[in-house]
């Protein structure tokens, strides 16, 4: 029988205020040759990416970091309104280990100009002391460097 760690439970929230308009912040978030750009972290090289952004699609994240370990990010969309909001579950695994199983929403809407991003998830933590904390700082490095994309798209 197979001994499993304690998991851990955790919710965030981010919100990011994006000077540009909706249509790009959108695009630069659910197309494919944007996430390439910024959903990644530092020194990871792809291996493999997909995307199918309708309900019920995929998308999958397989690379690797410089250390040789492989991490793939595969998720399922369930709702998708363009332009306004996203809801999506997706699962990690590193080195071949579950990671983390999460549901995630995205809402996009304008105020004054500028485009207020809300990132909402939900998550079980499969991999010793990581948890809704680490995510969190992990999230909020890939909201910088989408902020960045999306600055440099504009």
């Known amino acids: 029988m197979h001994e499993f760690e304690t998991m851990a439970f955790g919710a965030l929230t981010e919100s990011r205020r994006i000077n540009a308009d909706r249509g790009l912040v959108y695009d630069a978030w659910t197309l494919l040759e944007h ?90 933590f499969l991999a010793g002391d990581y948890d809704a904390e680490s995510r969190r700082h992990g999230t909020n490095f890939l909201l910088e460097q989408f902020e960045v994309h999306v600055s440099r798209q504009s």
Do not use: C, N
């Not at 991490?71 to 695994?93: G, N, V």
């Not at 280990?97 to 079980?124: K, N, R």
């Open 35 to 124: 996430r390439r750009q910024w959903f990644a972290g530092p020194g990871w090289t792809e291996i493999a990416r997909s995307l199918d952004l309708r309900v019920g699609g995929h998308e999958v994240a397989h690379g690797r970091f410089p250390d040789g370990t492989e991490t793939i990010y595969k998720a399922r969309f369930h709702l998708i309104e363009p332009h306004k909001r996203l809801i999506y579950a997706f699962d990690m695994s590193v080195a071949g280990e579950p990671f983390s199983i999460s549901l995630a929403g995205v809402e996009f809407s304008e105020d004054s100009g500028t485009t207020v991003l809300t990132y909402t998830e939900q998550a079980f």
